[in-house]
């Protein structure tokens, strides 16, 4: 008997533990949809010279446009156009130096659908399977000229103005070494 109810408890465990962790999973986080409501913000000092900031910046295109996909419709374009008209006329607000370093802002490309991929980790009877999916994000390359040497600077990086979707930044900061950070808002800052 005592056998019986063992073999039934693992036979349930093993039956019910996919589910539960199946289910815990999608209350939490729909599958390939880490990407959404964040920003990706890549900042460099010039190699030869560290008085330039590279700075790449990448925004899910539904954060960015407020659509999914490339745009179809003449509406979409309008809004993507927008969207361009913001990076060059805000870049300043959007990534902000010190005042001090008078930096000069000069866009050197803006992407408006360029291919990212997520990778995620799957439940699937019990274990994980691996899982990718693409999206489209824009990307917008700039650099920055300052009249001072930007190592150790502030930086103010602030989305919550004019995209308002994006609830979290994530910072790759490039130098003598790669340090990475998550600012867990729109906006706050980090330093070079």
Known sequence: MIKICIKLIVISTLFI?????????????KLGTAHHNKAEVDIAIGLFNSKKVNIQIRIPAKE??????????????????????????????????PKEANCKYEIEEIENF??????FDLPERGE????????????????????????????????S?????????FVTLI??????????KPYGEVYL
């Open 17 to 29: 533990s996919p589910i539960a962790t199946y289910s815990s999973y999608t209350k939490n986080q």
């Open 64 to 97: 960015a446009y407020g659509f999914e996909g490339k745009s179809q419709t003449a509406e979409q374009d309008e809004k993507v156009r927008a969207t361009d008209n913001i990076i060059r006329e805000k870049i300043s607000q959007i990534i902000a130096f």
């Open 114 to 119: 360029e291919v990212a991929s997520e990778k």
């Open 128 to 159: 994980r399977k691996k899982g990718d999916v693409s999206y489209w994000i824009l990307k917008a390359d700039v650099n920055a000229y300052c009249n001072r040497v930007m190592d150790n600077q502030k930086v103010n990086i602030d989305f």
């Open 161 to 169: 103005k004019d995209f308002k979707e994006i609830s979290k930044i």
């Open 175 to 184: 130098g003598d070494k790669k340090r990475k950070m998550t600012i867990h």
